[in-house]
């Protein structure tokens, strides 16, 4: 049974959310004390948290990069906040997804189920295990990994599936639509600056291994792998 925690001070709506995602066959943990979230994080282990931004004490930004230190899992936004800068700094402070109250709790579940599948892959197939050599770098994309000559990272779900769609297209450029195709499908619109702010993550994971400068940005296209000392063929 995969484990939901929720990280929302409205007792009501973190009741209603709680009975509506367990009658779908899941665990589900609401934080009680928010003056000790990450102990209640580690505690419980979860498979996903759904974060409020608004909370006691330190804000949804705070705990989000906090519990990036330590977890890959997929962390989604939901609060009344529907101001662009809002989605960014989620996303940037480590966020997969954001959803705006009020929301429709057919729309959460299918966000849970979905971002579940890229985490884990539930409905995958169990087979060996896929590794990608590209460039110089390889990706682990089940693990979420990147190697990088010596060095290794951890990735979060949307950094691993760009990284994935680079190395795939390789040395041809990834589209900027493909892009939000294969990380954003269930969705009908998404702000450009979604995108840019997961492409600045990317870069930074990739100069963390030592790959510095490594995505390329093609005006009017898209963007390309670009490691040093790799020939494109």
Not at 10 to 16: M, P
Not at 24 to 40: Q, R, T
Not at 142 to 154: D, G, I, K, P, S
Request: aromatic residues 10%; negative net charge; charged residues 30%.
């Amino acid at each position: 049974m995969q484990k939901i925690m929720i990280i929302e001070d409205d007792a009501k709506i973190a009741g209603l959310l709680q009975a509506y995602i367990e009658k779908y066959g899941f665990d589900v943990y609401k934080i009680a004390n928010f003056d000790c979230v990450l102990d209640e994080f580690h505690a419980y282990k979860p498979d996903l948290v759904l974060l409020d931004i608004n909370l006691p004490s330190f804000d949804g930004f705070y705990w989000c990069r906090q519990i990036r230190k330590d977890s890959i899992c997929p962390v989604l936004f939901i609060s009344a906040r529907d101001g662009e800068m809002d989605q960014v700094m989620a996303l940037e402070n480590g966020g997969d997804d954001y959803i705006t109250k009020p929301f429709y709790y057919e729309v959460v579940m299918a966000k849970i189920r979905s971002h579940l599948r890229r985490a884990y892959g539930e409905y995958a197939v169990k087979a060996e295990e896929r590794i990608l050599h590209t460039a110089g770098l390889i990706l682990y994309p089940e693990r979420m990994e990147l190697a990088y000559e010596e060095a290794m990272t951890v990735l979060t779900a949307k950094e691993a599936a760009i990284i994935e769609m680079l190395m795939e297209r390789y040395p041809r450029v990834a589209s900027r639509e493909a892009l939000l195709e294969k990380l954003w499908d269930n969705q009908t619109y998404v702000d450009e600056n979604t995108l840019n702010v997961n492409i600045t993550r990317v870069r930074k994971k990739l100069q963390e291994v030592g790959a510095v400068d490594a995505v390329e940005t093609v005006r009017g296209a898209g963007y390309r792998l670009n490691v040093p000392g790799e020939e494109k063929r």
